[in-house]
């Protein structure tokens, strides 16, 4: 069980946006807002989507941002498009030292 | 092209210590660090632990015990040993190129790992 919590599954249809939340960080969150996420297609390797919160590596489109408030992060897509169905992790550096994901979210679009 | 390759075996039996090494390319294993990652089938992403060319490591807690992760720098690769293993360690594993100690850029293929007699 995941000290992150993130909701199982979320949809939306295409051109909508979409929200994922990861709860229960609020000593990282606050601390050090480091928390990345990662897209996962099945079958393949999980893909840096953002870190430290809102920031985007380079290649990933400017639908995928990010936010924090409180002991949640979050991962808002916009313009939902087909390619984006796929599973949704977050991750947390923790004050030990250590790094923790999320339980991980499904996507579907509609 | 930062790319990385997992190798080991792929199956292995109860109360067995797990080898795998991570081949590192187009990035010297001397920086950044070095993560593995495991993935149980139909299951999230856990954290395993990081090496970090200056001798430092972080393992997870609930693995601690278990766990060493190594480098060899003369080869650019690096190495996970996971001992007694149990069949709640079936899972694909990850080798992992970290940019800092948070977040996680560059992923091998993964490679499957089953825990039977």
């Known amino acids: 069980q995941s000290a992150l919590t993130q909701p199982a599954s979320v949809s939306g249809s295409p051109g909508q946006s979409i929200t994922i939340s990861c709860t229960g960080i609020?000593?990282?969150?606050?601390?050090?807002?480091?928390v990345s996420w990662y897209q996962q297609h099945p079958g393949k390797a999980p893909k840096l989507m953002l870190y430290e919160v809102i920031k985007r590596p380079s290649g990933v489109s400017s639908r995928f941002s990010g936010s924090e408030s409180g002991n949640t992060a979050s991962l808002t897509i916009s313009g939902l498009q087909a390619e984006d169905e796929a599973g949704y992790y977050c991750c947390s550096y923790a004050r030990s030292g250590t790094l923790e994901f999320g339980g991980g979210t499904k996507v579907t679009v509609l | 092209q930062v790319q990385l390759q997992e190798s080991g075996p792929g199956l292995v039996k109860p109360s067995e210590t797990l080898s795998l090494t991570c081949s590192v390319s187009?990035?010297?294993?001397?920086?950044?660090?070095w993560h593995w990652i495991r993935q149980p089938p139909g299951k999230g992403l856990e954290w395993i632990g990081y090496f970090y060319h200056s001798g430092n490591t972080k393992y997870n807690p609930s693995l601690k015990s278990r766990i060493t992760i190594s480098v060899d720098t003369s080869n650019n690769q690096f190495s996970l040993k996971l001992s007694s293993m149990t069949a709640a360690d079936t899972a694909v594993y990850y080798c992992v190129r970290g940019s800092g100690t948070h977040y996680f850029d560059y992923w091998g293929q993964g490679t499957q790992v089953t825990v039977s007699s």
């Open positions: 187009g990035a010297s294993i001397t920086s950044y660090y």
């Open positions: 609020s000593s990282d969150v606050d601390s050090y807002s480091l």
